[in-house]
């Protein structure tokens, strides 16, 4: 058991740098060809692409991961394989749903949305059911414990061909604008989730035979819909600074901020790579009661990513003034608030995977009401402290409160489940509630 979660999480942290290396470039590629202004309405935009797109899965992404290894375990295969089309038709419909309703917005606002935010908005409400749909897929794929088939399409090949689109359509001419950028990546994120949903389908009819389908839409829902609220309040607290400082600041602003939190996100993949490897082993492990195994992952995970997470990161900063620099010389001046944004990472990752416990176990509505909660406060602090001293102080109210996150979920996670997640922790439990 050691083995496997470890491995898993080499691949999917390994595959998450390639990834990272191609997002890098594609970032920095379209930094240089659209200028600071053009880059800051291309990210503002991809923000609200990213967040509604995880929410449109309502939940049955991580629901995945929660329920088919406890159904699986249980040898109810017909519930496993209602679960796997009721929850893609579900995805797809509510992701239809926000693009209709995204494109009526934009065709109806009039004058109320700015002129260049128009057409790549209507465009990203196009990318939108695709971004949902591989969202799902990764989450089956994670369920299953195949890390490569999970991360490889959307974090690899995706960003892959978003690059090369964007330079062969630069080179044919078309202008290096965001709705450009963000028609590059419309085709390729068509092209990677048809790719990964086949082999998806081929992979799953080893496991799991054809046979009758059983729909637990009351059970699913019931725990789904509270993790969609986690993963809006998650997908919120992720992007809120650059939400907030879409609404003061002006694009070329933007553009520099955003360009540190793409780096930055290499601390994120560290925690996303291991929670990948392990989050479906904490419900497989709870729901087999293997209680004392349980409380040795959660020990082993917390402290592999506090010291991955560290280590990544105080690289991340040495290397900042290079990194930064490959997006224009301006940028550079990007480096406190590179710091800032790992330092809070870094602190967050001392409180161990309380958020999975809480989302694989039972404790949903709970994450859910703390992370938004968390939410509120970072937009709070944001308002506050961004008008005050600029976009670092963006860095600073969201490092704070993601302190305080990663501390409010450890209290829950021991107040639920009776396991201590925090990395200094012995390896105790006590009776779950």
Request: aromatic residues 8%; proline residues 5%; hydrophobic residues 60%.
């Amino acid at each position: 058991m050691r083995r496997g979660p470890a491995r898993a999480a080499l691949d999917v942290f390994a595959i998450r740098i390639a990834a990272a290396g191609f997002a890098y470039g594609a970032q920095v590629l379209m930094a240089r060809l659209m200028g600071g202004a053009e880059y800051g309405i291309f990210a503002s935009v991809w923000v609200w692409t990213a967040i509604l797109g995880h929410t449109a899965t309502l939940g049955l992404s991580q629901g995945a991961c929660r329920f088919l290894p406890a159904e699986q375990a249980r040898g109810d295969l017909d519930a496993a394989r209602g679960f796997l089309l009721g929850g893609a038709l579900a995805t797809l419909a509510a992701a239809l749903a926000l693009t209709l309703a995204g494109l009526a917005l934009t065709a109806f606002a009039g004058g109320r949305v700015a002129a260049p935010y128009v057409a790549p908005l209507a465009i990203a409400a196009l990318v939108l059911p695709l971004f949902a749909l591989q969202d799902y897929l990764e989450g089956v794929a994670r369920s299953q414990n195949w890390a490569v088939l999970a991360i490889a399409p959307p974090y690899l090949l995706r960003q892959g061909l978003i690059m090369a689109a964007m330079v062969g359509s630069v080179l044919l001419g078309a202008p290096a604008q965001a709705s450009v950028a963000l028609s590059c990546t419309l085709l390729a994120t068509g092209v990677a989730v048809a790719l990964q949903a086949v082999l998806l389908i081929v992979r799953l009819r080893r496991v799991l035979p054809p046979g009758p389908r059983r729909f637990r839409w009351r059970i699913w829902l019931g725990a789904c819909l509270p993790i969609s609220a986690v993963d809006l309040a998650a997908a919120g607290f992720g992007f809120v600074d650059v939400v907030v400082l879409g609404f003061l600041l002006p694009p070329a602003a933007i553009g520099l901020y955003f360009a540190a939190t793409r780096i930055q996100q290499l601390v994120v993949f560290v925690h996303y790579a291991a929670s990948a490897a392990t989050a479906q082993r904490f419900s497989a492990l709870h729901a087999q009661g293997e209680r004392a195994a349980l409380a040795a992952l959660v020990r082993r995970q917390g402290q592999a990513v506090f010291g991955a997470t560290a280590l990544v990161g105080l690289g991340l900063v040495a290397a900042g003034p290079l990194l930064l620099g490959l997006f224009g010389p301006e940028f550079r001046d990007s480096l406190p608030i590179l710091a800032v944004l790992v330092a809070g990472s870094v602190g967050a990752a001392l409180f161990g995977p309380a958020e999975d416990l809480l989302t694989m176990l039972g404790g949903e509505r709970l994450c859910a009401v703390i992370t938004a909660a968390m939410l509120g406060l970072a937009v709070l602090a944001c308002l506050v402290l961004v008008p005050w001293l600029g976009p670092i102080g963006a860095a600073l109210a969201l490092a704070g409160v993601t302190l305080l996150r990663g501390f409010a979920l450890a209290r829950a996670a021991r107040s639920v489940h009776g396991l201590a997640t925090p990395v200094w922790s012995r390896l105790t439990t006590r009776p779950a509630r």
